[in-house]
C-alpha cells in the first residue's frame, strides 16, 4: 500500500511556512472604544451619539415631535368582514395575499374601515349597455 501524501503546507500571513496558518499579527490601530492612551471612551447612550469612521463622536439631531396622523376607523377581521358582508376567512385569504391594507399591531391585524371601502369600490363593475352590447358584437363577425 502506498503512504497518504503529506499535507501540502501554505505560507501563512507572514511568510511562515508552517503546518498551520497563524493569525495575523494586531493591528496598530486601538480598540474602537479606546484611545490611543487606552482609556475607554464611554457615551452616554449609543443611539444619540453615534461614531464616525474615526474616533470622532457624531450626535445625532434631536427627535423631532411628530403628531401621529390618525388612522380613522380601525376595525377587527371579525369587523372588517361584517362590513363587506363577507365572511372572515375570505377578509384573512385577503390580508394573506396583501390584497387589501392592514396594519399589524402586535399580533393582531386591524384595518381602515377607509381601506376596507376603497377595495369594494376598486371591485366595482359598470352594467352594460345595449350599445355597448351591440358594438362588441360587431367587433366579433
Known amino acids: 500500500m502506498r503512504a ?4 501540502a503546507t501554505h505560507p501563512n500571513v507572514n511568510g511562515d511556512p ?3 496558518r497563524q493569525a495575523p499579527a494586531r493591528a496598530a490601530h486601538p480598540h474602537p472604544l479606546e484611545t ?3 482609556d475607554t471612551i464611554v457615551t452616554p447612550h449609543p443611539v444619540l451619539e453615534q461614531r464616525d469612521h474615526g474616533t470622532r ?4 439631531p434631536a427627535p423631532i415631535d411628530v ?4 388612522l380613522g376607523v380601525v376595525l377587527t377581521v371579525d369587523q372588517a368582514a361584517a362590513r363587506m358582508n363577507m365572511s372572515v376567512r375570505y377578509v ?3 390580508v394573506a395575499d396583501r390584497r387589501i391594507a392592514f396594519h399589524r399591531v402586535g399580533r393582531s391585524i386591524r384595518l381602515i374601515a ?3 371601502d376603497a377595495h369594494v369600490a376598486a371591485g366595482r363593475v359598470e352594467p352594460l349597455t345595449t350599445s355597448e352590447v351591440w358594438r ?5 363577425g
Do not use: C, F, I, M
Open 18 to 20: 508552517g503546518k498551520h
Open 4 to 7: 497518504p501524501p503529506a499535507p
Open 67 to 70: 403628531a401621529p396622523t390618525p
Open 114 to 116: 377607509a381601506d376596507v
Open 136 to 140: 362588441n358584437l360587431r367587433s366579433v
Open 92 to 94: 384573512r385569504r385577503l
Open 57 to 60: 463622536v457624531v450626535s445625532s
Open 36 to 38: 490611543e492612551e487606552g
